[in-house]
């Protein structure tokens, strides 16, 4: 199955059964997963080697990571959703409904999953993800007999790579056709968002991140907001450099590189210049700030508090890029409707 832009799984198709292959489960990953998907009313050929066997298409399942929600409601299996760890922090309507229905158990929180609860709920499957292959608490649960496929969705840096996970869940659900067609509209969106910031004739500097303690942490040259904002046909101030994870600069530096950009997008969880400025009255020496031309998705929030940015973007990236196509370059979509991002207040 074609797998375009995504670097870290792919999909083998056979007569009978698939083979979902995960190559990056976590960064710097030294193991590659094998999952056999048997699909209904067939047997395992023998002499296949694989790290679990998953019956598909899957009518039990628990994810742990909201950007995994939207390809559940992609392709239609929201209700195959029993269990999830911290549900205030999802923000789709239609599993919104679903937990108030009490149809979804809340699992308590990633980093402290209440397992026993877990396993009583009987799932076919969880999908986890993980930082590296540590993790204990899947080990408790894999010990039980119920398989843990592991996601690396949040480990792409490229937008369309991250949207293509959604034919991940596809295979798990014999979906591969409804996957793919729904990533081709994203892509085709994004191609054209793309091809009309092309279109403007001026390219504004930006500038992203914020300040923790004493440092700014920054995204990198290479990292998935940076594509983006590349993308929108705007000059990212850090977009030489390159790394995993943000980078950590001095105020004075960033203050010093960045003084003059035309925009700050995502600073934070600042919601407005009054609380920019009580965290440092120093950031009105930018003239992002004087000018407020500052950009947060902060402040767009589900019905229980969730960010609206963090689940839906990776499976929306043609949102987000017209968000910020309409940031940077307001003349090409003059009656855009933003998604995700908002001026600061």
Do not use: C
């Not at 590659?32 to 395992?44: D, M, N, P, S, V």
């Not at 937008?159 to 591969?176: C, D, H, R, S, T």
């Not at 793309?194 to 500038?207: C, R, Y």
């Amino acid at each position: 199955m074609e797998i375009k832009y995504a670097k870290g799984f792919s999909i083998e198709k056979y007569d009978g059964y698939d083979f979902l292959i995960i190559k990056d489960p976590w960064p710097d990953a030294d193991k590659t997963y094998r999952y056999l998907l048997l699909k209904e009313g067939t047997t395992a050929p023998a002499n296949l080697a694989y790290d679990q066997i998953i019956q598909v298409p899957v009518k039990k399942l628990v994810v742990t990571s909201t950007t995994h929600i939207p390809s559940l409601e992609a392709l239609g299996v929201e209700k195959t959703l029993i269990g999830f760890p911290g549900l205030d922090y999802v923000s789709s309507d239609s599993i919104r409904k679903l937990i108030n229905k009490g149809e979804i158990t809340e699992l308590g929180q990633n980093e402290a999953i209440n397992t026993e609860l877990l396993i009583s709920l009987e799932p076919e499957l969880v999908v986890g993800f993980a930082v590296n292959g540590n993790n204990k608490t899947y080990s408790t649960i894999e010990r039980t007999g119920i398989p843990v496929i592991y996601n690396g969705d949040w480990t792409e840096n490229s937008p369309l790579g991250k949207a293509e996970w959604v034919k991940f869940f596809g295979a798990l659900y014999n979906k591969n056709e409804e996957a793919s067609r729904y990533f081709k509209k994203v892509e085709t969106n994004y191609k054209m968002a793309k091809n009309l910031a092309a279109t403007a004739e001026k390219k504004p500097t930006v500038l992203s991140g914020s300040m923790y303690k004493d440092q700014w942490y920054v995204p990198y040259g290479n990292s998935w907001l940076a594509r983006f904002i590349e993308e929108a046909n705007a000059s990212y101030i850090y977009k030489e450099t390159t790394g995993s994870g943000s980078m950590a600069l001095a105020f004075e530096t960033v203050l010093s590189d960045a003084q003059n950009v035309d925009y700050w997008v995502a600073p934070g969880q600042f919601g407005s210049y009054v609380q920019l400025m009580e965290a440092s009255p120093h950031y009105d020496q930018f003239k992002a700030v004087k000018e407020q031309k500052v950009y947060t998705y902060s402040s767009t929030k589900g019905e229980t508090g969730g960010a609206l940015f963090f689940e839906l973007a990776p499976n929306r990236p043609d949102l987000v890029l017209r968000d910020l196509i309409a940031i940077f370059h307001p003349q090409l979509l003059p009656q855009h409707q933003f998604t995700f991002f908002k001026p600061l207040q």
